[in-house]
């Protein structure tokens, strides 16, 4: 199995949750979603991400995926667990996602509206001690706090990475230049914007593609590793209508794009939880049937 350093500059493979006929959670079900990713080349999944609609789960739900994703898993291949929340929420999570086996956690950054960068620092070390240790991805979605503050958050002892996830490659460059080399910066933004984020020096993606195309995927990414950008342009350009989808109504169809194209493939995870949007609009299914039958996925 690769180190977590050589999975960080791979792509981190964000995993739905699905759920049953009731409602409930039903990680069985992301089995061939998962065994199909890792034959195609995924480098790291990811439990508890934001594809994986975090914010709708309970606590108790987020553990019980962290555990049973670990043991579809079955070792092989690293394992990235999210975590965030309130703070006994985070802590709660980094115990049993060491529990469950991961190989490092993912930290949300967090959505309270009075956040200071230097309570983030307090929250990242009360998190790894949860953890008794385990490796952390910082999960940049705000970049507003500025380079210094993220310097500081990266000075963290277990912070192996970043997940820049804000359309700024210039601020993430000065970020990068002001850490130690060591911390791997991972394009938080999936492929469309992974070659923008790899000419400032970040390496790997994250990926909601890898649920229902992960071939494509990792074709891009070994693209990106090659250097070949005008490979790797080309093969954005055939998979951005599925990005498009997700990215309509404030991101709200993200997971919903996700989830209606695996069900179009006979993979039923379920619908997406509100507050996100459910389901697609007859304009965006008609466009998700498309994107679906050109690139022959069902």
Same mark, same amino acid.
């Given at each position: ?67 049973? %994703?670990? /043991? @579809?898993?079955?070792?092989? =291949? +690293?394992?990235?667990?999210? *975590? $965030? ?100 910066? %991972?394009? /938080? @933004?999936?492929?469309?914007? =992974? +070659?923008?984020?790899?000419? *400032? $020096? ?97």
């Amino acid at each position: 199995m690769m180190t977590l350093d050589q999975a960080l500059t791979g792509i981190s493979g964000i995993l739905v949750t699905p759920y049953d006929d009731s409602g409930d959670i039903a990680p069985g079900r992301l089995a061939p979603i998962l065994d199909r990713a890792l034959a195609a080349g995924l480098h790291m999944p990811v439990v508890n991400g934001n594809t994986g609609e975090f914010y709708a789960l309970t606590t108790d739900e987020a553990c019980a995926m962290v555990q049973e %994703v670990s /043991g @579809l898993l079955a070792g092989r =291949a +690293p394992l990235l667990a999210g *975590v $965030g929340r309130g703070l006994r929420d985070a802590q709660r999570l980094a115990r049993a996602s060491t529990d469950a086996g991961a190989t490092a956690l993912m930290v949300h950054q967090p959505p309270d509206p009075f956040v200071a960068p230097r309570g983030v620092v307090d929250y990242l070390k009360a998190v790894s001690d949860a953890s008794g240790g385990l490796p952390m991805m910082i999960y940049l979605r705000n970049d507003a706090i500025g380079t210094s503050a993220i310097a500081d958050l990266c000075a963290v002892p277990g912070v192996r990475g970043v997940k820049w996830a804000t359309p700024n490659p210039q601020k993430l460059a000065e970020a990068r230049a002001a850490c130690d080399p060591q911390i791997v910066w %991972v394009g /938080g @933004l999936a492929e469309v914007w =992974a +070659p923008t984020f790899y000419a *400032v $020096g970040a390496r790997g993606f994250t990926s909601g593609l890898i649920n229902v195309w992960p071939e494509h995927s990792v074709a891009i990414h070994t693209a990106l590793e090659q250097g070949d950008y005008a490979a790797a342009n080309a093969l954005i350009d055939r998979m951005r209508v599925f990005e498009d989808i997700r990215a309509q109504e404030m991101n709200g169809t993200n997971v919903t794009g996700v989830k209606a194209a695996l069900m179009a493939q006979g993979l039923d995870c379920g619908p997406t939880r509100p507050p996100s949007a459910w389901p697609l609009t007859p304009a965006q299914q008609a466009m998700l049937d498309r994107f679906m039958a050109d690139n022959t996925l069902i």
